[in-house]
């Protein structure tokens, strides 16, 4: 198999406004994809803890697996102003069995450094915090909690998330960071509007003790990755990685696009791959879509496009797709098995220079995880794609 362009599956080259591809003898050549996020990140690194990026420097994160993957989230705000607890907050917080500790380890590095205790106690006890909500509009809560018995928290039972003075009793997602701390997500509709604190209460409805910090108030149907605040709300801006490739890279009459992806939700688009001439006249899309879904394009000329929507069991899992073209066809893998297999015309020679995690244009760029990104200058066997894809 020649792959010409190369990106990730393990092997990883990040500078300030570019990731790198490389080629069949692992050396980073220039195939360099040009990446934007005009605002800080934060990523798990590969132990696990929790790090600063800086402006336009792409994210590789490891959160779900040590091969680690480029990271692409759409712009978010943290509304809520203080993220990791301060000693600002205890005045306001003043409830039974509620301490405050600074400088709590949390085994999750220096981003997150405090904690509001919940001591034993089998009376409700509340935590509040200021943020903005209009009703009506969706949000998505979160927070990171370590146990002191090494249980799993059970939302609805052991502690409530409350939005505008509604609880939210189901739909909790529950992500396990290590050294038994989690990070608890929600998300809910406000049913009115409000200012003062209280956005954010947690109660805890058991005799268990834990920690809480970390907290997170966004507009969306699910949590992205941590925005520290301290004092103000923080925006961390949206992220494209777009502009890799040329015509001597991409072999135009034939060839494979592959990739390994993930989507972000399964309720929100979440945007494109594509191969192209820098237009929608010559291109191969790969592109989530709600409900559970991904859609390949191929499309000569601006006519005779061939499109195919595939339902997955779960675009939020990884994904392995192929797209291979020439020979008067093309064909689409997923998973190890063939999913499309039709005639097609062929791309003319030098046509196909433009390799984005977006559309040509660089718009509708993709927010998902992306653990691998490969181009071969040769049409795979159907043998050679159920391995690759599988």
Known sequence: ???????????????????????????????????????????????????????????????DNTDGHLLLEPSR???????????????????????????????????????????????????????TVSSGTVYSLSFFIKMDDNSVPIPATDFLLVLAGTAIASGYTINNYGSNV????????????????GILKIASHSTKTFKIT??????????????????????????????AGNSTLIN????????????LSTTEGSGNISLSDGTGDNR????????????VIYNINSTGAVINNFTLSDITSYTKIAARWGNSNFSVWINGTEVLDVAASNFTSNTLDLLNLAKPDGSGQLEGKCKA?????????????????S
């Open 182 to 197: 989690y990070r608890v997500s929600v998300t809910g509709t406000a049913g009115a509007s409000n200012t003062a604190n």
């Open 373 to 389: 990104l490969t181009v071969y200058n040769t049409a795979l066997t159907d043998a050679e794609l159920t391995e690759l894809t």
């Open 214 to 243: 970390g907290f997170q108030i966004e507009v969306g149907s699910y949590a992205t990755s941590y925005i520290p605040t301290d004092g103000s709300t923080v925006t961390r801006a949206s992220e494209t990685c777009t502009n």
């Open 284 to 295: 191969i899309y790969i592109y989530y879509f709600e409900d559970d879904a991904i859609s």
């Open 1 to 63: 198999m020649a792959a010409t362009i190369k990106y990730g599956d393990t092997k990883w080259a990040v500078k300030d406004g570019n990731t790198l591809g490389y080629n069949d003898e692992n050396r980073f050549k220039p195939v360099p994809f040009d990446f934007t996020r005009n605002s800080i990140g934060t990523r798990v690194d590969r132990n696990g803890l929790i790090e600063t990026i800086g402006n336009n420097i792409p994210r590789i994160d490891f959160t």
């Open 252 to 263: 135009s009459t034939e060839g494979v696009l592959y990739a390994e992806i993930a989507a």
């Open 77 to 131: 705000t943290n509304l809520n102003t203080f993220s990791d607890p301060t000693d600002a907050q205890k005045g306001s917080l003043s409830y039974s069995s509620v301490t405050y500790q600074d400088n709590f380890s949390w085994d999750l590095g220096s981003v997150l450094e405090n904690a509001i205790v919940f001591g034993d106690n089998s009376t409700t006890r509340y935590a509040y915090y200021s943020s």
